[in-house]
């Protein structure tokens, strides 16, 4: 039995997403500065893996994020093989994470939510507390 409390490869995606993290820190490329690893998922076989990355560029950008991520990819393997034990380098396959795009979503929505509640409020007069306009 076996006394660890997560599995295997949920430890395989963290020790990838820390080794590349590292590793992207020391690239020279102004393309990457602004690019933060956010995650890994490797194949039940570990020869491949999802790179989850978010940029903090301008959307126009992204597809040279992406590019410099794929270009970058061979020097990021060769880190992998420095850094982490593995049978196997997994093939490093670039994703913009889909969670901030949605977490951006969601925060505009609720702006959106708060700006409106805002107008409605506006007119309970004075006290703000919905009890404006009672009759003395």
């Known amino acids: ?21 590292d590793a992207l820190e020391r690239m020279s490329d102004p393309r990457l500065e602004l690019v933060t690893v ?34 970058a990819a061979p020097a990021l393997r060769a880190s992998l093989g420095d850094e982490v034990r593995m049978k196997y380098l997994p093939h490093l396959r ?3 994470d889909p969670a901030i795009e949605a977490g951006q979503r969601v925060e505009e929505i609720l ?5 409106s509640e805002g107008r409605d409020t506006g007119d309970l007069g004075e006290r703000g507390d919905g009890e404006a306009g009672e009759n003395p």
Not at 111 to 115: Q, S, V, W
């Open 1 to 21: 039995m076996s006394t660890r409390r997560y599995p295997r490869s949920a430890r395989v995606n963290e020790v990838l997403r820390e080794a590349l993290a």
């Open 38 to 71: 956010t995650g890994v998922e490797v194949t039940p076989d570990l020869r491949e893996a999802k790179v989850f990355y978010s940029a903090l560029r301008h959307a126009d950008d992204a597809d040279g994020t992406l590019d410099a991520l794929r270009a």
């Open 94 to 96: 670039f994703v913009a």
């Open 111 to 115: 702006a959106g939510l708060h700006e």
